[in-house]
């Protein structure tokens, strides 16, 4: 019986299926019974954000223009069209949003169960070993911040599948390394170019297949050029749309976005939010305390002048009195009413924050540009609790998870790049460098810390966990030492390959 249960989890038709089904049965319970512990409310999450890919997609159906709102300014910008186009299909066959969001949150937990048996083959194709590729699978079915975005209508879930599905192509392209299996190259570069439409800060992990290949060529003598052609033409075709049409349409090199203005993105707010963001992590309590007009408590390292103090008085009161974010961020978050103003002050504003930025940047050169990003990577790396509401036991217990897994991921991805695979190598330093790529950016650059920005790193780092976990577990039970570790040397002549 036992032998029977053995060759059953090893046909690969067979697990792939058990894992999607279980994957797939994880997700519908989390969207009907997990949803209310997590968010409060069971079901698809909609949320603020959604409403400006709505938007700008129904505006490109009904007006020809890809905009969050005709003939507003930077409203061409204000968002990358993936999560856009992704939504499109649920406009066109349903008419309204309200009738697609709970199909939109379905496709979404589909694509993500679908994911699980994805990293499942990746790792089963990298170690050809069972145990590893249940554990990249079982992982992934139960990784409590992939499942935990697939009922929210944002771009989480449709990023992580991509650039899933993107990495399959490396694990293609690398282990049966050959002219039959550049197109992989080109599939990789499509993929995380979808990737990075739609959520843009995985831009920084775009530059990532470049250095593998450059370290392939260098150390093994693998192809160069074809590739690295390949895999940006993947990426022109897909991200390099978005900035192309921004020069050839609107003469704008806009390689991100542009925040709107008029709104709650305008100058007044996002001046103060760039001064916060260079002196602490967050914008709590400062951000509240401006809204209800109470004193400014700031970091007890931040010391301000008589003059400092003058001026963010004179800030502080002219947001009030014509501020335009500030206005509708106090009735946003309950604070009264949004003044209707006849002229905004919000350059005047901005240039008061961006100086007072300045000024204190110089003052403490080492604790803005050193401590504060050193306090966002904690952050990144140790988060414990929600922002703005009580955190749940179960939370603060998947929080703790991640944290060790993140640290253990990493150790396994070290141990994947000094041993002896060509494979592996390839594999760990295409992960450290995507990670490194995220976290850095995100905390020494944007400094704007939330975990959906770091969730792709966070699944990348699942693999080496997986594949040594496996491999030593193999060992174990085995009892040997000649467990199969993966390929040395490149293969070329697998009729996989085709």
Known sequence: MKKEWR????????????????????????????TPIYYGSSGYQLSGDFGSWAQSIQNLVEHGQYTVAIGLGNGQFFRPPGYGFFLLPFYLLFGTWEDAYVWIAAVQIAMDALAAVILFNAVRILTANFISAWLAGMLYTFYFFALGWTPVLYPEAPS??????????????????????????????????????????????????????????????????????????????????????????????????????????????????????????GHQPQFSQLLKQEAIHWPDAIQWTHEDSIKIQHAVLLMHTCGRATQRWKENEGYGKAKVLTENCDLEIAALWEDLTHTIKERHPYYTSIKVPLLNLSKAFFKNSLTERPTPFVVRVAFGLRSILIFVGLFGAVILLIGKSRDFHLVAILILAAVGAVYLSITFVARHVEMRYLLQADVLLLLPVAMMGGLWISRLVAGKKDVHTGSAEPTTDRKDAR
């Open 7 to 34: 060759k059953l989890f090893r046909n690969s038709k067979v697990s792939c299926w058990i894992i999607f089904f279980l994957a797939l049965l994880v997700r519908v319970a989390f969207y009907f019974w997990g």
């Open 160 to 281: 992580l599948f991509f650039l899933i599905a993107g990495f399959y192509c490396f694990v293609r392209a690398i282990h049966y390394n050959g002219h039959n299996t550049l197109l992989y190259w080109l599939a990789m570069g499509i993929c995380w170019g979808i990737a990075a439409l739609l959520r843009i800060q995985l831009l920084a992990i775009l530059l990532v297949p470049a250095l593998v290949i450059g370290w392939n060529y260098l150390r093994y003598k693998g192809l160069f050029l074809k590739p690295l052609l390949l895999v940006y033409a993947g990426i022109l075709i897909t991200y390099g749309l978005w900035p192309a049409r921004n020069i050839i349409n609107y003469g704008e090199p806009v390689f991100i976005q542009k925040l709107v203005e008029g709104g709650v993105w305008s100058k007044d707010y996002t001046s103060f939010f760039g001064m916060l963001k260079a002196i602490q992590v």
